[in-house]
T-cell receptor, first 115, second 113 residues
């Protein structure tokens, strides 16, 4: 299995809702990432988990709450979002390949619309 | 703050022609990545460049890295329609195992028959 699976593919939510995005990989990768991509823009890093511990938080607002229940799963809990948070949320994972660099494998993304 | 700029932002070229996309970055890094993104899709890894002078080739695409000039190029040879996509370079500003990729602005490539 060489995939990163994200659910749901599409999500529409109101500003008072609580929802979650899910990400799963079974490649044994030890680092997992959340990126946010607005339309026609490059992806921007939000969070990095390394060995199930949060290692990087790029000053993301607290209405986004990541969780890594185990080495294969990564969640992004959403609460009280704003319309400007509408974007494609990409999950990725990576593992050392012995070449001095970890190449990220991205999921297909969850497209979020906040009304 | 690391800045990663690509040019051109938009590129429309005819099939069979050659062209180059440029990626400039503002701080020292010896790990640079190229990704491809089709409309509405995720990112696909193309190349990893790890040292000054590194050159990688796959099919009609060739990428190179000049760390002294802080410049990477993606060269397209004899373009074909299925190369139409947005291409991003990304510079790693983190530590090994905690990659912090900063993506370039992207180059939207359209190949015209």
């Amino acid at each position: 299995d060489t995939e990163v699976t994200q659910t749901p593919k599409h999500l529409v939510m109101g500003m008072t809702n609580k929802k979650s995005l899910k990400c799963e990989q079974h490649m044994g990768h030890r680092a997992m990432y959340w990126y946010k991509q607005k339309a026609k823009k490059p992806p921007e890093l939000m969070f990095v988990y390394s060995y199930e511990k949060l290692s990087i938080n790029e000053s993301v607002p607290s209405r986004f709450s990541p969780e890594c229940p185990n080495s294969s799963l990564l969640n992004l809990h959403l609460h009280a979002l704003q319309p400007e948070d509408s974007a494609l949320y990409l999950c990725a994972s990576s593992q050392e390949r012995g070449s001095g660099a970890n190449v990220l494998t991205f999921g297909a993304g969850s497209r979020l619309t906040v009304l | 703050e690391l800045k990663v700029e690509q040019n051109p932002l938009f590129l429309s070229m005819q099939e069979g022609k050659n062209y180059t996309i440029y990626c400039n970055y503002s701080t020292t890094s010896d790990r640079l990545y190229w990704y491809r993104q089709d409309p509405g899709k995720s990112l696909e890894s193309l190349f990893v460049l790890l040292s000054n002078g590194a050159v990688k080739q796959e099919g009609r695409l060739m990428a190179s890295l000049d760390t002294k000039a802080r410049l990477s190029t993606l060269h397209i040879t004899a373009a074909v329609h299925d190369l139409s996509a947005t291409y991003f370079c990304a510079v790693d500003r983190g530590h090994f195992g905690n990659e912090k990729l900063t993506f370039g602005t992207g180059t939207r490539l359209t190949i015209i028959p």
